[in-house]
């Protein structure tokens, strides 16, 4: 089976740098997304990453190493209205969907 | 339409009763998902839809749950019967293909309450 595991809660402060972390157990693997989701809201899409390394879109990176599967998304210059969840998620075996983790609520305060 | 649009936002419907839930994707995308997140949690596969292909319905919970995607665009996601357990929101995404480095574009969700 497919699972990927992140924390539940993370707890910072405007200005802070932040890391949620992933880690997956896939049967075969596809990359590893990132999706942010206010309250209330439709998950959007953040970043992917297929290969090994970093990608960095404005003051959101996101990190991938296959041989430890594991991942991270890392948040600079935190602000207010990154509080949110985020969620890491990868696509199934069968490649016709994404499995989700639980997602991480992120607050953020002054 | 800019994004994806799902209808209604919200349903409240008594145990037993059948409901449908529609899903408008961004035009020319061809995959089109339906998830389902109950509270505090994260998002449950369960019927993809890729152009004129049979679709993977892996994720269906049961055989009161169908769907279907006419004319490569609008889905209808059918539950029958409801139960309380239904009670969720339930999303809709589409993308220009398949998954992998693709990304989903969501609708805000349907939020269906099972009295």
């Known amino acids: 089976g497919q699972s990927l595991e992140q924390p539940s809660e993370v707890t910072a402060v405007e200005g802070a740098i932040v890391q949620i972390n992933c880690t997956y157990q896939?049967?075969?693997?596809?990359?590893l997304s990132w999706y942010q989701q206010h309250d209330g809201g439709a998950p959007t899409f953040l970043s992917y990453?297929?290969?090994?390394g970093l990608e960095e879109t404005g003051r959101f990176s996101s990190f991938l190493s296959r041989s430890d599967s594991y991942g991270y998304l890392l948040l600079q210059e935190l602000q207010m209205k990154d509080s949110a969840s985020y969620f890491c998620?990868?696509?199934?075996?069968?490649?016709?969907?994404?499995?989700f983790g639980k997602g991480t609520t992120l607050s953020v305060s002054s | 339409g800019a994004g994806v649009s799902q209808s209604p936002s919200n349903k409240v419907t008594e145990k037993g009763k059948d409901v449908e839930l529609r899903c408008d994707p961004i035009?020319?995308?061809?995959?089109l998902y339906w998830y389902r997140q109950s509270l505090g949690q994260g998002l449950e596969f369960l019927i993809y839809?890729?152009?004129?292909?049979?679709?993977?319905k892996s994720g269906l919970p049961s055989d009161r749950f169908s769907a279907e995607r006419t004319g490569g665009s609008v889905s209808t996601l059918t539950i029958q019967r409801t139960q309380q357990e239904d009670s969720a929101v339930y999303l809709c995404?589409?993308?220009?293909?398949?998954?992998?480095?693709?990304?989903?574009?969501f609708g805000d969700g349907t939020r269906l309450s099972i009295l």
């Open positions: 998620s990868s696509p199934n075996q069968a490649g016709t969907a994404l499995i």
């Open positions: 896939t049967s075969g693997f596809y990359g």
């Open positions: 995404a589409s993308s220009l293909e398949a998954v992998g480095n693709q990304p989903q574009h």
């Open positions: 035009s020319g995308h061809t995959a």
């Open positions: 839809f890729q152009g004129n292909s049979a679709p993977d």
């Open positions: 990453n297929g290969l090994d």
